[in-house]
């Protein structure tokens, strides 16, 4: 259900925006970036389906649909998917609190993430596109990442604000809809590797790209095989990496113990 409401929300506010292209067929204004991260962080994997999966239908209803959505509906589920195995996971520059908003390392912690989510949707959307020969890595990467930064990093903060102690009044955050065995459990080296790996991976493919799609790079890299390269490690970090939410509600009382973590 919350895939379903996820994708709904996304989409009806993304639909409005599409007239304020930027580059058309592939991106415009969209103040809508700030939900995939916001939401999860609130609903985990569910969220990540559902940022997928709405802009896939604002890009049908929006007259955008075409090869490059294929890049959108990846770009977006690890859009609204990174949040949710970063938050908490970062050592030091985590706030270990849940992510009301109230104090500022966890506004700290938030944009931090926010900034990771923004270049790995950008990345792998202008990856894609790339690959496809739409529009140059170089030109998409840049655009996706300003748009989706200000809209996440600006928005995202005063939502969780007002949002996240509703939602977790009514016991829909993730931790409480999904059974302990739902929950992927790892060590604490483990966790930090993953987390710093998505985040340092979605960074360090931004930059790469961007110096070999202007062509500052050894000529013997390419668009596709930076990509790829970064893709692969991506989903390695994601595979291995675990949720750190469930054990932070514990810890607060607000979860019953399941799991060691």
């Known amino acids: 259900m919350l895939v379903a409401v996820v994708a709904a929300v996304y989409a009806a506010i993304l639909l409005p925006f599409k007239v304020f292209t930027i580059l058309p067929g592939l991106t415009s204004v969209r103040p809508a970036n700030a939900f995939p991260v916001v939401f999860g962080l609130m609903f985990g994997p569910a969220a990540a389906w559902g940022s997928a999966i709405g802009n896939l ?24 998917f990174v949040g949710y195995k970063l938050w908490g996971n970062l050592g030091p520059l985590s706030s270990g609190e849940e992510p009301n908003m109230r104090s500022i390392r966890q506004v700290v912690e938030y944009v931090l993430i926010a900034v990771a989510s923004s270049a790995m949707c950008a990345v792998i959307i202008a990856w894609v596109a790339d690959l496809l020969g739409l529009v140059p890595f170089s030109v998409l990467a840049p655009i996706i990442m300003v748009n989706n930064t200000l809209a996440a990093a600006v928005l995202g903060p005063p939502l969780l604000y007002l949002t996240y102690p509703r939602i ?26 993953a987390a710093y790996g998505l985040l340092v991976v979605s960074l360090v493919w931004l930059g790469v790209g961007l110096l070999v799609g202007t062509g500052a790079a050894p000529g013997t890299l390419t668009v596709g095989l930076v990509g790829l390269v970064g893709f692969v490690l991506v989903l390695a970090f994601a595979i291995i990496g675990a949720e750190r939410l469930s054990a932070i509600l514990e810890r607060a009382g607000a979860r019953p113990a399941g799991r060691n973590r």
């Open 57 to 80: 239908i604002a890009d049908i209803f929006g007259g955008t649909f075409g090869p490059g959505s294929l890049g959108g509906f990846v770009g977006n589920f690890f859009f609204g």
């Open 168 to 193: 977790k009044d009514i016991g829909f955050l993730y931790p409480e809809l999904l059974a302990d065995e739902e929950l992927s459990a790892a060590g604490a080296s483990r966790r930090y590797v």
